[in-house]
């Protein structure tokens, strides 16, 4: 979402006056993994467990009312980023998934929090 | 006219661009809010259930009997103690904690029904109207936990249903049975209910 609203910001004519936003610290060597966090599941999956020492596929499920295909997708991508680690287990020999947030997932998590916060102020200034 | 145009164009973008990342920032708050809210520990349960029916095995001894009411207002200032300790404690890892909005909502839907309870004992036990007491505390105490279901899971909900079948019951018993039914409540129902949300937590997904 804040992909298109960067798309229309492009395509506003050059005498449109924008905020001067200045790129945050680290964003272009971050910016292959700044688009796992836009996405909505993704970004609801981090801050999920931002609070949350660990969270269960199941519980994660209920909280974002999403299939297990789709929610294993975008928990696999996120794992792939190393955002999230991943322990397999079982319980009463049931499968249990349970999923943590790493350092790096929580400074990405950071990262995007500023960024918002930093548009918000922009366009306030502006 | 072309000026005023770019600055209508100017002025909706940054109302677009400023209300889209507010609304990022509700969505990443809404997420925290819920990831704690089902925040339901089975410990909980299993505690306050243990204290339920220590309390009831303590209050049917024959030299003790007499003291019931003191064994049961004891066991409950225990298990509410533990209760919230536990409850409050899955949030702590990331510093959210029972102060958040989330906590506030839970507190104002579960201490009305509380409090309610509390005064209801006082004007029983001076009006020496003991045998209500235990369908007292069941039934509000059922009220309480399906009011504040709503910050957490819905087996919360199903327990405060049975609570007030059991309150409603034990309000119309014999004064012998009256205590046993008081030990299957915040005894039996709270272990039986910390079992089906601690299976609740487990996987269908490996």
């Known amino acids: 979402m804040t992909v298109k609203a960067k798309a229309r910001a492009t395509a506003a004519p050059a005498a449109h006056k924008r905020p001067n936003l200045t790129p945050l610290r680290g964003e272009s060597e971050d910016s292959r993994f700044d688009r796992l966090v836009y996405e909505r599941v993704r970004l609801g999956i981090l801050s999920a467990l931002a609070v949350r020492e660990e969270l269960s596929f199941s519980e994660l499920k209920a909280l974002f009312d999403v299939s297990d295909g789709n929610l294993s997708a975008h928990a696999r991508k996120l794992e792939e980023a190393k955002y999230l680690s991943c322990t397999k287990s079982f319980a009463e020999r049931r499968p249990k998934t349970v999923y943590r947030l790493t350092a790096l997932g929580r400074g990405a998590l950071n990262r995007y929090l500023d960024h918002v916060e930093a548009v918000i102020k922009a366009t306030r200034r502006g | ?206």
């Open chain 2, 1 to 206: 006219m072309a000026r005023s145009r770019n600055g209508d164009m100017h002025t909706a973008q940054t109302v677009t661009m400023e209300s889209h990342a507010a609304a990022t920032l509700q969505y990443i708050r809404t997420s925290m809010d819920a990831a704690v809210s089902i925040a339901v520990p089975g410990t909980a349960g299993l505690v306050m259930g243990s204290v339920g029916v220590l309390a009831a095995v303590l209050s049917e001894l024959p030299a003790l009997r007499a003291h019931w009411l003191i064994i049961w207002l004891s066991a409950a200032a225990v298990a509410i103690a533990a209760g919230a300790t536990l409850l409050a404690r899955p949030a702590a890892p990331g510093g959210l904690t029972l102060r958040g909005a989330r906590a506030r909502k839970f507190a104002l839907c579960l201490v009305p029904s509380l409090f309610a309870g509390a005064v209801l004992t006082v004007v029983h036990w001076l009006s020496g109207n003991l045998r209500a007491i235990p369908g007292t505390w069941l039934l509000l105490y059922g009220c309480a936990l399906i009011a504040a279901s709503v910050t957490m899971t819905p087996a919360v909900a199903a327990m405060g249903g049975c609570f007030v079948a059991l309150g409603v019951l034990a309000l119309f018993l014999p004064e012998s049975l009256q205590l046993i039914v008081l030990g299957v409540g915040f005894g039996g129902l709270h272990l039986l209910f910390a079992l089906l949300i601690g299976r609740g937590t487990h996987d269908s997904q490996g």
